[in-house]
């Protein structure tokens, strides 16, 4: 991808097809260009940090318990608190009437958030696993790499709220004991809530873990800081090359080639419908979850003042039932197939733009872009376009299915609604964004595998062992010879000092180890029979602790300072 602030290039057409590079073996990466030590120093980076998710984890819960409690009747929940300020005996009146007991909530609200946040931290014993087989050069840019190493961070640790929230409707279904017996207006209104919540806290979480922190690298912003207003030349050029690889993946592709058709096959589809649901995290769901509130909520309310009489709101008249079921699975996977498979006739219908595209390279700015590349802002658009028609055909086709269930009533035709109005065009814009930075992953894959991007790791961490442990493993060795050889350079000293290391020795030491970057004496060295140089007369490091011109003479009287055991004990023989 070419940064907005680079020097303008000539425009470029007609570019070949990006060659398809091997992929690195992660087993043979050689240990200076691996981030971290080991998956161990990942997880203690983490868990020294835990307790900052765990804050947010902790509110999460409270939020999500609070919620589970209020969704029996939202609104008669609000109005026993309001009769409250009046009279004392409404609350508990209100407890004995929603099946609550004073008991039973407080050991909720003591108990429950604090033994979830427990047990939700326990998905950081999973993140070493997810984030130490990332290779930072095969992500387009630092901050995707960062982002990636963030989201990983955030899934593990939000596992369990999101299961817990998605699976609680399925359990009202399958006639688990509830407060309440059925998925009313009420607790769906609070499910909605449930929704948002997970949002931000999924938001909050991501912002305690940084990828920065945990692998102790610079931040993707001060990179790019250095990249743009650096003063050393040579690291402001190194940042740049770190921030941001050159994207080769062209577009368009080249006609006949198989890049061409790519989108209309079951991977392209399966990436075009990942990051179309991406985009719908941000567009669609917020607006859905809140809409669905709002609906709902006015709807309990309504309930509630029904049956204000009775007072019986244990027994709630559920929204979900098999017909409205039996409807909507099938349409969602109607509009689910429709947006897969958009952006392939997208690039069908876009053929005609073809010969108006200025210049093929993938700029950052996406007003640039479509300037120089009106097939890839068409591809963008009519993506969007279609998905949104595929929605609208699905609330259409949803319609007359409930009609002629007759299982429609103003519930339903207020969803149907309003998706058509608000939810439908919220996912055609979802479509038209994601393709803007996806169609690249959509026709050719991930950028990785047609570019390495300059940043000095190779891997994230070592799959098993430490880095030390990857220095003295002789196929390591091995392929890093290969690699010098292949370079071309001058790597003379280089591999003699391969070739002339033993087994045991170690050709790369850690600088975090202990007493690496003293002269301290190592037991372990000491057990190999090596003993320090240090540093007196006839030591290699003062040039033998003699005058040039009395060198010659006073070499062939001293003895040489010995640097293994065997020496000295033929020092002390002589």
């Given amino acids: 991808m070419t940064s907005p602030h680079s020097s303008p290039l000539a425009p470029l057409t007609d570019l070949p097809p990006p060659p398809l590079l091997p992929r690195e073996d992660a087993h043979l990466v050689p240990p200076g260009e691996i981030m971290v030590d080991s998956r161990r120093a990942i997880l203690t980076t983490l868990l020294r940090r835990l307790w900052a998710p765990g804050l947010v984890l902790l509110g999460l819960w409270y939020v999500l318990v609070g919620l589970y409690v209020f969704g029996a009747s939202p609104a008669f929940w609000s109005l026993s608190l309001l009769v409250a300020a009046a009279e004392p005996q409404a609350i508990p009146q209100a407890l004995a009437v929603l099946n609550f007991t004073g008991d039973s909530l407080a050991i909720a609200f003591l108990l429950v958030p604090a033994a979830a946040t427990v047990l939700s931290l326990l998905g950081a014993l999973a993140v070493p696993r997810l984030v130490a087989p990332l290779q930072p050069r095969r992500f387009l840019s630092e901050r995707e790499f960062q982002r990636t190493v963030a989201a990983r961070t955030t899934a593990a640790l939000m596992t369990l709220p999101v299961l817990t929230v998605l699976a609680l409707p399925l359990t009202v279904v399958a006639g688990l004991p509830q407060p309440w017996t059925g998925l009313g207006a009420g607790p769906l209104s609070c499910w909605c809530l449930a929704v948002l919540a997970l949002q931000a806290g999924w938001v909050l979480v991501r912002r305690t873990v940084p990828a920065s922190r945990l692998l102790g690298i610079e931040d993707h912003e001060s990179l790019h800081t250095t990249a743009r207003i650096g003063h050393d030349p040579d690291a402001r050029r190194a940042a740049a090359a770190q921030v941001l690889a050159q994207d080769r993946r062209h577009l368009p592709p080249n006609p006949g080639t198989p890049q061409a058709s790519r989108a209309a096959t079951p ?64 349409v969602t996977a109607l509009v689910v197939l429709g947006a897969a498979l958009a952006p392939a006739l997208a690039v069908r219908l876009s053929e005609s733009q073809r010969a108006l595209v200025i210049d093929q390279r993938t700029y950052a700015d996406w007003t640039h872009r479509a300037r120089v590349n009106p097939w890839e802002a068409r591809v963008a658009g009519l993506t969007g376009w279609i998905t949104a028609a595929w929605g609208w055909a699905g609330t259409v086709l949803a319609a007359l299915l409930l009609a002629v269930l007759s299982a429609s009533n103003g519930m339903t035709w207020s969803g149907i609604v309003l998706s058509a109005l608000v939810v439908v065009p919220l996912l055609g814009v979802a479509a038209s964004r994601a393709m803007r930075t996806g169609l690249r992953d959509v026709l050719y894959g991930p950028a990785g595998d047609h570019m390495r991007r300059e940043t000095p790791y190779a891997l994230v961490a070592p799959e098993i062992g430490t880095r030390a442990d990857r220095a003295a493993d002789p196929a390591v060795r091995a392929a890093l010879r290969k690699r010098l050889q292949a370079d071309g350079g001058d790597h003379a000293l280089e591999i003699f000092d391969l070739d002339a290391a033993g087994p045991g020795e170690r050709l790369w030491v850690d600088d975090a180890e202990l007493g690496a970057t003293d002269t301290a004496m190592r037991k372990a060295d000491l057990a190999r029979g090596r003993l320090p140089d240090f540093g007196s007369e006839g030591s290699a490091f003062t040039g033998g602790g003699l005058p040039a011109s009395d060198g010659a003479d006073e070499v062939s009287r001293l003895h040489d300072i010995p640097d293994s055991v065997t020496g000295l004990r033929e020092v002390g023989r002589d």
């Fill in 267 to 330: 991977r392209g589809a399966a990436a075009a419908l990942l990051h179309i649901l991406r985009a719908s995290l941000a567009w669609v769901v917020p607006t859905a979850a809140g809409l669905g509130w709002m609906v709902f909520g006015i709807a309990d309310l309504w309930a509630v003042i029904q049956g204000l009489s009775s007072m019986d709101l244990t027994q709630v008249t559920t929204l979900l039932n098999w017909r409205l079921a039996v409807v909507a699975v099938p």
